[in-house]
């Protein structure tokens, strides 16, 4: 099936005879236990479009195939073999179904033992989450990083235009003040886009043409990811479409995840998820938009033969290493050819210090990019809302809480057949350093500080 078919299929649920992962040499810790490896129930899950892919495309196949140890092929642990299955609703809608976002009458869902987001839940949501507890406990909730993936900025030039830069010819480049210009509202033209000798030209183009701004209607992790890092580049207020005056960081999650400036009188998106983003851009000439860089390029509608450079869609090269280069989302740029997201040794800061947080039982939602890294800039992460004592929750069981802590230690692990290592090629980037050895720890439990993982 084609990729663009799957990911545009937001209702469909992708399942796929899978087995857990090992108990094999570790502990779910005091406060948390699992059954033997692979002898967990079916469970589903739901939420980012962020992860769509990684999930229906790395994750849960190899999770149901590979000879990794921590996989459930059917001749690890128990031997056997539950079905892991997640429906791409966005992240919003992810949060929303666990009680997020003041959704009182959506406390907790039983159905969905996992939930995707690349909108980490921030302190009052993951209260919100917690009080859907029978008994409450707080720390229960884990926000695990199992991906980064790279937020990219698609353009879709005024009608009759190609451009050119100094560095990357067939394409304009970014720097990081006109991109926070472009969606704040002070750079409203294409003729002011003059970075690095950018240029418009061709039969009837009007590099005076308007910017059109394209947002997603739903809450989405890209925009969270983005608005943040814009906050680093320009800390200053701006009169929101609601009539208030916020930061960047203010309207980057939560109910305020969809509120953009008035001045750039955003055009939302008539249906919710990223293909929908990706589409408008590419049918609305004098455009701008963004989104995670996998589902990008399997939309095909960036890349060659219908985009890329010297056409007029394609996705930007922004600048890194406070304006020393221009760098491109992609390894291998913008070509039709899957590659890695350009995120490997990204730095996360929470605008201020490097981060992350001490460990999954925190919340991560400060988690941004430095504007100074050696490559692509605009990158993020993107999180399975777990828990470390499933039984805390009405409707649970242990062997739910087997099944994810298996599948999410495949996810994590990084040797050969595991799921960090099956990533290569998909346009993510494997997670590295302390996020991923925080990562580990919160799935598995850690023996040496006695920390429980997710379990029961």
Same mark, same amino acid.
């Given at each position: 099936?084609?990729?663009?078919?799957?990911?545009?299929?937001?209702?469909?649920?992708?399942?796929?005879?899978?087995?857990?992962?090992?108990?094999?040499?570790?502990?779910?810790?005091?406060?948390?236990?699992?059954?033997?490896?692979?002898?967990?129930?079916?469970?589903?899950?739901?939420?980012?479009?962020?992860?769509?892919?990684?999930?229906?495309?790395?994750?849960?196949?190899?999770?149901?195939?590979?000879?990794?140890?921590?996989?459930?092929?059917?001749?690890?642990?128990?031997?056997?073999?539950?079905?892991?299955?997640?429906?791409?609703?966005?992240?919003?809608?992810?949060?929303?179904?666990?009680?997020?976002?003041?959704?009182?009458?959506?406390?907790?869902?039983?159905?969905?033992?996992?939930?995707?987001?690349?909108?980490?839940?921030?302190?009052?949501?993951?209260?919100?989450?917690?009080?859907?507890?029978?008994?409450?406990?707080?720390?229960?909730?884990?926000?695990?990083?199992?991906?980064?993936?790279?937020?990219?900025?698609?353009?879709?030039?005024?009608?009759?235009?190609?451009?050119?830069?100094?560095?990357?010819?067939?394409?304009?480049?970014?720097?990081?003040?006109?991109?926070?210009?472009?969606?704040?509202?002070?750079?409203?033209?294409?003729?002011?886009?003059?970075?690095?000798?950018?240029?418009?030209?061709?039969?009837?183009?009007?590099?005076?043409?308007?910017?059109?701004?394209?947002?997603?209607?739903?809450?989405?992790?890209?925009?969270?990811?983005?608005?943040?890092?814009?906050?680093?580049? +320009? &800390?200053? #207020?701006?009169?929101?479409?609601?009539?208030? %005056?916020?930061? !960047? @960081? *203010? $309207?980057?999650?939560? /109910?305020?995840?969809?509120?953009?400036?008035?001045?750039?009188?955003?055009?939302?998106?008539?249906?919710?998820?990223?293909?929908?983003?990706?589409?408008?851009?590419?049918?609305?000439?004098?455009?701008?938009?963004?989104?995670?860089?996998?589902?990008?390029?399997?939309?095909?509608?960036?890349?060659?033969?219908?985009?890329?450079?010297?056409?007029?869609?394609?996705?930007?090269?922004?600048?890194?290493?406070?304006?020393?280069?221009?760098?491109?989302?992609?390894?291998?740029?913008?070509?039709?050819?899957?590659?890695?997201?350009?995120?490997?040794?990204?730095?996360?800061? +929470? &605008?201020? #210090?490097?981060?992350?947080?001490?460990?999954? %039982?925190?919340? !991560? @939602? *400060? $988690?941004?990019?430095? /504007?100074?890294?050696?490559?692509?800039?605009?990158?993020?992460?993107?999180?399975?809302?777990?828990?470390?004592?499933?039984?805390?929750?009405?409707?649970?069981?242990?062997?739910?809480?087997?099944?994810?802590?298996?599948?999410?230690?495949?996810?994590?692990?990084?040797?050969?057949?595991?799921?960090?290592?099956?990533?290569?090629?998909?346009?993510?980037?494997?997670?590295?350093?302390?996020?991923?050895?925080?990562?580990?720890?919160?799935?598995?439990?850690?023996?040496?500080?006695?920390?429980?993982?997710?379990?029961?």
């Amino acid at each position: 099936m084609d990729r663009k078919k799957r990911i545009r299929a937001t209702g469909v649920v992708c399942t796929l005879a899978a087995v857990l992962v090992s108990a094999v040499g570790f502990t779910a810790g005091a406060e948390a236990s699992v059954g033997t490896q692979c002898s967990g129930s079916n469970v589903t899950g739901q939420g980012a479009s962020v992860l769509s892919l990684a999930l229906h495309e790395v994750f849960i196949p190899g999770f149901g195939t590979s000879s990794d140890a921590y996989a459930c092929s059917g001749s690890q642990g128990s031997k056997g073999l539950p079905v892991v299955a997640y429906t791409n609703t966005g992240s919003g809608a992810g949060l929303k179904s666990w009680g997020a976002n003041g959704e009182s009458e959506h406390k907790y869902e039983a159905t969905n033992a996992f939930i995707g987001t690349s909108e980490a839940p921030n302190a009052t949501q993951k209260a919100e989450i917690e009080a859907g507890e029978s008994t409450l406990t707080p720390t229960t909730l884990q926000t695990i990083p199992v991906v980064q993936f790279a937020d990219a900025i698609i353009v879709n030039l005024p009608s009759g235009c190609t451009a050119t830069s100094t560095s990357n010819k067939g394409r304009i480049v970014l720097s990081q003040k006109t991109l926070e210009g472009i969606w704040r509202g002070t750079i409203n033209s294409w003729s002011e886009v003059t970075d690095n000798g950018d240029t418009l030209s061709g039969t009837g183009c009007n590099p005076a043409t308007p910017i059109t701004r394209i947002v997603r209607e739903d809450s989405s992790g890209t925009a969270h990811f983005l608005k943040k890092w814009l906050g680093q580049i +320009n &800390g200053a #207020t701006f009169l929101t479409e609601k009539g208030a %005056n916020k930061t !960047w @960081n *203010e $309207v980057s999650e939560g /109910t305020e995840n969809t509120t953009w400036p008035k001045a750039i009188d955003a055009v939302k998106t008539a249906t919710k998820g990223e293909a929908a983003e990706d589409e408008l851009v590419a049918k609305t000439a004098g455009s701008i938009g963004f989104g995670n860089l996998a589902e990008i390029r399997a939309g095909k509608l960036f890349t060659p033969p219908g985009g890329g450079p010297n056409t007029a869609t394609f996705w930007a090269p922004i600048q890194n290493k406070a304006g020393e280069s221009y760098a491109d989302p992609a390894k291998n740029k913008d070509v039709a050819a899957e590659s890695e997201a350009n995120c490997s040794k990204t730095e996360y800061t +929470n &605008g201020e #210090t490097a981060f992350p947080p001490a460990s999954v %039982n925190d919340p !991560w @939602n *400060e $988690v941004t990019t430095s /504007t100074t890294e050696a490559k692509y800039p605009l990158c993020g992460l993107a999180f399975v809302l777990a828990f470390n004592k499933y039984s805390a929750f009405p409707g649970t069981s242990e062997p739910e809480a087997t099944t994810v802590e298996n599948f999410l230690s495949y996810a994590l692990d990084t040797k050969s057949g595991g799921g960090q290592a099956n990533l290569k090629g998909h346009d993510y980037e494997p997670l590295s350093g302390t996020v991923l050895k925080e990562a580990q720890s919160g799935v598995r439990g850690a023996k040496k500080t006695g920390a429980g993982g997710t379990g029961f």
